[in-house]
């Protein structure tokens, strides 16, 4: 069946985004109310479903933001069924989400990510051209949800400029830099995180607590996130001045 990606205004739908968000975080105290899926939509926000044969299998929600003198999205939920993934379902919401800023001239999105996880950090940054530049530590603070396997809910903030080259290359299938620069730096990071925080937590609090201090560091100093390298069992994240 196809997939329509569509706006989303009815209780109904907002119902099904929270259903889906219950799905995927398995965590009540992370569900998103259903007032502030009303509140999005009614102030400038997103709300954005994709719909297979009637049923909603995935959705975006963004709220109304304004940083640095302009207007943005700040995308705070993104999520797709278990069954539904590795089909391209999500970046087809990005893309419509990108489609959607466009036309009201909105040309930044932001959202938050946990730097743990590699699939989704490469699918940010070298899929949709995003960068990063800002670590949060423990944002969101400690939850419930098996996914953050009780760690600090450390996380960074994406920047996807839309109208970027970068954000048009990746896009387009090609990389989002030429090649790595003389001054770029790497920051190592394990492929198989999640088994490590069923494992052996404090390791996973311990490999968290050092990949903090590193971005934390470099940040500071003016590097950005721009790239994702693969290697043996892990993956480094590639900054640049």
């Not at 419509?96 to 959202?111: C, N, P, S, T």
Request: hydrophobic share 45%.
């Amino acid at each position: 069946m196809s997939v329509a990606n569509r706006h989303c205004h009815t209780h109904q739908e907002f119902q099904a985004c929270m259903d889906i968000e219950r799905a995927v975080w398995k965590a009540p105290d992370l569900v998103v109310p259903f007032n502030l899926y009303v509140v999005a939509v009614e102030t400038g926000g997103q709300v954005l479903g994709a719909f297979e044969g009637g049923r909603m299998v995935g959705f975006v929600m963004a709220l109304a933001g304004w940083r640095d003198g302009r207007p943005h999205l700040h995308s705070h939920m993104a999520a797709v069924l278990p069954e539904a993934r590795n089909r391209g379902i999500g970046r087809g919401l990005k893309l419509f989400q990108r489609q959607d800023a466009l036309k009201r001239g909105i040309d930044r999105v932001e959202w938050t990510f946990d730097p743990l996880e590699i699939k989704n950090a490469h699918f940010n940054l070298m899929s949709l051209g995003a960068v990063a530049r800002r670590y949060q530590p423990n944002l969101y603070g400690i939850t419930a949800s098996p996914l953050h396997g009780g760690l600090p809910t450390d996380r960074l903030f994406a920047e996807w400029d839309l109208r970027s080259a970068r954000v048009e290359r990746c896009l387009a299938g090609q990389p989002p830099i030429a090649g790595i620069s003389p001054g770029a730096v790497r920051i190592a990071v394990p492929n198989a995180i999640g088994e490590l925080k069923l494992r052996d937590p404090e390791a996973a609090r311990r490999l968290q607590g050092r990949i903090r201090q590193e971005f934390l560091g470099w940040f500071g100093r003016g590097y950005v996130a721009v790239a994702i390298e693969p290697s043996a069992g892990e993956a480094n994240y590639i900054l640049e001045p």
